[in-house]
């Protein structure tokens, strides 16, 4: 009986310091994949800001000359 309870705390003492291993191994790769993740947005949005700048400014264009297409050019703008 004596000999069940020593390999039930080895089990126990085995389980609780690979969950601390793991736990810490947890601490340590949360934070890395944050800050990568964060690296490759910011890399992507600088790469990136230019092309959708142009996009959007050809999209203001092309809508400020649709609602020109419909002011009558001979009344005055008020």
């Known amino acids: ?4 309870v020593e390999k ?3 089990i126990f003492a085995a389980t609780a310091s ?3 291993a793991f736990a810490a191994l947890i601490w340590w790769l ?3 994949f944050a800050v990568l ?3 490759i947005y ?3 949005v600088a790469k ?7 996009e959007t400014n050809r999209s203001v264009t092309k809508f400020q000359s649709f609602q020109d297409s419909f002011r009558d050019e001979t ?3 008020s």
Do not use: E, R
């Open 1 to 4: 009986m004596n000999l069940g």
């Open 8 to 10: 039930l705390q080895m």
């Open 18 to 20: 690979s969950s601390s």
């Open 30 to 32: 949360v934070p890395f």
């Open 37 to 39: 993740g964060a690296i």
């Open 42 to 44: 910011v890399t992507w």
């Open 48 to 54: 990136f800001k230019d092309k959708y700048a142009n």
């Open 75 to 77: 009344t005055p703008n």
